[in-house]
């Protein structure tokens, strides 16, 4: 019986309503096509007078039954029994008057129709089948009783016309109920589908209900609000919605979940309304939340659906790279201005030793002497200022490290972040090739260098364009070690490119081509300045109008990394004296290649060396150093060249002499000093001099030069 139960209630087709409102409404239709029957039958049919005591008693008989079902279907549905007897009630009122009206061709026979595809309609295809069956057994036992009891004449042709039709017209209502079926099951499912979704899904869901004092109620919650406010599901239902929100922002959750379910018209009930919210946990924990709402249909009843996301993390991981910003610009700055600086000492102690070189007067070289002292002491000054501006938290920095299970993920949302600040006409892809490896330098450093790096990019794109961040481990470069190889860090665009001119000034603090922009010429040094401090490798690769491609590449995390070789460490003070001096004659005298690209500086350094007892030649760029060295009217002792210069920097111009076979000594002049941003030096045997340099600074680093390439060939 449940199966038959099952089978006759179906109630697909009930268009939100319960079995017993749709009862109700078909009953209703009963009554008033019966009245229509009735009427006609009173005032059209011929056999009315013969049969009205038996009309009007079954007339009498069908009110009662359907006025009783109407008082009983307020309370609760018909039982199996019920839906069965009144369809079998409709059709013996209809074929009786048929039987009234002169039989089989009567009017009252449309009045099967109705009957037939009224209840399909409103119960499902099993009943339309129970009714069109019991149409054509009552309309064959009507036309046979009028047959041969009243001799009422039979046309065989309509009566086959109107066994077709019911057969027809039916199966044509079936077939469209069938697929009826097909589209609300499926629907269905896919709602149950969206309910297990919501359900085991990551982002918080709770469904809610107006109850009648206007409060909003919570009636589900799926399993990750229970983990976000450390609830249990059972403790959230029936409360009311502010339970998830701080006291202060009660009220305002109260009012937006009114709001978002107050949707009037059918047009509106999916739109979609957000607040922000902080909300409590049961520990009592502040938990940042963007709520959005809506409200939908849900079965029989409207409920209202808030969406929530937790953005605490994001709001802490977004204050964290705020103030890396702000202590990266910090330390920028000053390194800036403590260049600029160590150039302005470096004229004022060089033209003191020059006029203390020409002066008799002892008074004169006393007063000289205090000059050259103080300006010492402002360059020690400055460079406690630089440690202090960068090195604040150095040993954490020395110490950093990310992990590899660590790493892929905050990445990967780092750029999803990232995407969404970007224009709309600029698309953001990224690759991270598995597996990471651990690296030398903290996550949030990582997530510095990109952020900085796709703001470049993003502000290279004029129109539309693709900015590209590929990620991985490299093996084969030279940071790498046996079993531990390099970050590879890849971020390329296809803006406007670099003119060849401004390469080399990329970097510099302050350079910026986008100063009408509002650039602040500070994004790609501090992302220098992080790779340099972890002893990384950054280098660029474009063409105007074509792909621009910054290549990062940063060492692995190894536990006795923090050892570094002594020839790696660019402060001559710290250099080792344990180099054995051997026959070579410090004292003599040299020639010497002099290269800055500062005219005064040389004009200083040039008297120095002659002061020493030295001779030299002077140029002012890497280039033109580069060809003096090579031609053949002259030969060098040494080399003395600035490390910071346009075009060919003293860098690239020890590369290109290292690579022709040249063993020279060469001696590095800075106003930087700082070993992250020099530490490739000392892979090709170079003494770093930090500015500003004096007559004895000068003397002992020619002399270490010279003891350098002493011990290289001993080695």
């Given at each position: 019986m449940n199966k038959l139960e099952k089978w006759m209630h179906n109630d697909t087709y009930s268009g939100g309503k319960s079995l017993a409102e749709a009862q109700i409404q078909q009953t209703k239709a009963r009554i008033l096509l019966t009245i229509a029957s009735l009427t006609y039958v009173i005032l059209h049919g011929p056999y009315f007078e013969y049969y009205m005591v038996e009309a009007l008693t079954y007339a009498a008989f069908y009110f009662v039954a359907?006025?009783?079902?109407?008082?009983?279907?307020?309370?609760?549905?018909?039982?199996?029994?019920?839906?069965?007897?009144?369809?079998?009630?409709?059709?013996?009122?209809?074929?009786?008057?048929?039987?009234?009206?002169?039989?089989?061709?009567?009017?009252?026979?449309?009045?099967?129709?109705?009957?037939?595809?009224?209840?399909?309609?409103?119960?499902?295809?099993?009943?339309?089948?129970?009714?069109?069956?019991?149409?054509?057994?009552?309309?064959?036992?009507?036309?046979?009783?009028?047959?041969?009891?009243?001799?009422?004449?039979?046309?065989?042709?309509?009566?086959?016309?109107?066994?077709?039709?019911?057969?027809?017209?039916?199966?044509?209502?079936?077939?469209?109920?069938?697929?009826?079926?097909?589209?609300?099951?499926?629907?269905?499912?896919?709602?149950?589908?969206?309910?297990?979704?919501?359900?085991?899904?990551?982002?918080?869901?709770?469904?809610?209900?107006?109850?009648?004092?206007?409060?909003?109620?919570?009636?589900?919650?799926?399993?990750?609000?229970?983990?976000?406010?450390?609830?249990?599901?059972?403790?959230?239902?029936?409360?009311?919605?502010?339970?998830?929100?701080?006291?202060?922002?009660?009220?305002?959750?109260?009012?937006?979940?009114?709001?978002?379910?107050?949707?009037?018209?059918?047009?509106?009930?999916?739109?979609?309304?957000?607040?922000?919210?902080?909300?409590q946990s049961s520990s009592g924990d502040v938990v940042k939340?963007?709520?959005?709402?809506?409200?939908?249909?849900?079965?029989?009843?409207?409920?209202?659906?808030?969406?929530?996301?937790?953005?605490?993390?994001?709001?802490?991981?977004?204050?964290?790279?705020?103030?890396?910003?702000?202590?990266?610009?910090?330390?920028?700055?000053?390194?800036?201005i403590v260049h600029d600086f160590r150039n302005v000492l470096t004229n004022m102690i060089g033209y003191a030793e020059v006029l203390h070189m020409s002066s008799s007067d002892e008074v004169a070289q006393g007063q000289i002497n205090e000059i050259i002292a103080a300006g010492e002491r402002g360059s020690d000054l400055i460079t406690h200022l630089l440690k202090l501006s960068k090195n604040h938290q150095s040993d954490k920095h020395m110490a950093s490290f990310t992990k590899a299970d660590q790493l892929a993920q905050p990445l990967e949302n780092i750029i999803g972040l990232t995407r969404l600040q970007l224009p709309q006409n600029i698309k953001l892809t990224c690759h991270i090739s598995q597996p990471l490896n651990d690296v030398a330098i903290s996550i949030i450093e990582i997530e510095q260098i990109l952020l900085n790096l796709v703001n470049n990019s993003t502000q290279a794109i004029k129109d539309s364009g693709t900015i590209r961040v590929e990620i991985g481990m490299d093996d084969s470069h030279k940071l790498a070690t046996p079993g531990h190889p390099a970050l590879s860090i890849r971020v390329i665009d296809n803006g406007e490119g670099i003119n060849q001119e401004d390469k080399d000034l990329i970097f510099k603090a302050f350079w910026t081509s986008r100063d009408s922009q509002g650039g602040s010429g500070l994004g790609l040094t501090m992302v220098q300045r992080i790779i340099k401090l972890h002893h990384g490798v950054i280098d660029v690769t474009s063409e105007p109008g074509e792909e621009t491609c910054f290549n990062i590449f940063l060492p692995p995390y190894i536990d006795d990394s923090n050892e570094l070789p002594a020839e790696n460490n660019a402060d001559i003070s710290a250099q080792p004296e344990k180099r054995k001096q051997g026959g070579f004659d410090l004292t003599s005298t040299h020639h010497v290649l002099l290269v800055d690209d500062a005219p005064d500086i040389l004009k200083i350094h040039q008297a120095m060396l002659s002061h020493i007892g030295h001779s030299s030649i002077k140029a002012e760029s890497g280039k033109e150093a580069l060809e003096l060295f090579l031609s053949k009217d002259n030969s060098f002792d040494l080399v003395i060249t600035d490390f910071r210069m346009p075009g060919m920097n003293g860098l690239e111009l020890v590369r290109e002499l290292r690579k022709i076979g040249s063993n020279i000594p060469i001696l590095m002049v800075t106003a930087f000093g700082e070993d992250e941003q020099l530490q490739q030096v000392g892979d090709y045997q170079v003494v770093l001099l930090n500015k500003p340099v004096t007559m004895e600074k000068l003397r002992e680093g020619i002399t270490e030069c010279t003891k350098l390439l002493k011990a290289e060939r001993i080695g």
């Open positions: 359907n006025g009783i079902a109407l008082i009983r279907l307020r309370r609760q549905p018909f039982s199996i029994y019920g839906s069965l007897f009144f369809p079998l009630l409709d059709v013996g009122i209809i074929t009786f008057g048929m039987l009234i009206d002169g039989g089989h061709s009567s009017g009252i026979y449309l009045m099967l129709f109705p009957t037939i595809i009224g209840n399909g309609l409103r119960f499902g295809n099993p009943l339309l089948v129970y009714t069109q069956v019991a149409s054509l057994i009552g309309m064959l036992i009507s036309t046979s009783y009028g047959h041969f009891t009243l001799l009422l004449p039979i046309d065989y042709t309509l009566l086959s016309w109107q066994v077709f039709s019911l057969l027809a017209v039916p199966f044509y209502v079936y077939l469209i109920g069938l697929k009826l079926e097909k589209a609300i099951k499926e629907k269905n499912i896919a709602e149950e589908t969206s309910f297990q979704l919501l359900d085991q899904g990551p982002l918080p869901v709770f469904t809610y209900e107006i109850d009648q004092q206007n409060t909003p109620r919570i009636l589900y919650s799926n399993a990750a609000v229970q983990h976000t406010f450390q609830n249990n599901g059972d403790y959230l239902i029936g409360k009311p919605v502010n339970v998830l929100t701080l006291e202060e922002d009660a009220q305002e959750m109260l009012e937006f979940c009114r709001t978002s379910f107050d949707e009037d018209s059918e047009h509106s009930q999916h739109t979609s309304h957000k607040i922000y919210i902080r909300g939340l963007m709520i959005s709402a809506m409200r939908m249909r849900w079965h029989d009843n409207w409920v209202g659906v808030c969406f929530m996301l937790d953005i605490t993390e994001r709001e802490t991981l977004q204050d964290q790279l705020e103030l890396m910003h702000r202590q990266g610009y910090m330390s920028t700055l000053v390194a800036g």
